[in-house]
């Protein structure tokens, strides 16, 4: 899957980056490569499923590529 990302340096000289298409992800580094590699890990985290709802034998988790 790929997701576009957006990257603008902030007033403070740091890169920040978010993602328009995942509400309210958005992630920072010194530097782009930085910044690229925090927001990964943030989409990651954001697209993991929430384990309460998976916790009983009636919920399955399957994964799919866009």
Not at 6 to 20: L, M, Q, R, S, T
Not at 40 to 59: G, M, S, T, W
Request: aromatic residues 8%; hydrophobic residues 35%.
């Amino acid at each position: 899957m790929k997701i576009k990302v957006i990257i603008e340096k902030g007033e403070d000289g740091y890169f920040v980056a978010h993602c328009p298409s995942l509400k309210s992800c958005w992630s920072q580094g010194k530097t782009e490569e930085e910044a690229l590699k925090n927001i990964q890990e943030a989409i990651e985290l954001y697209l993991e499923p929430d384990e309460e709802l998976v916790k009983d034998e009636n919920h399955r988790i399957y994964e799919i590529a866009v």
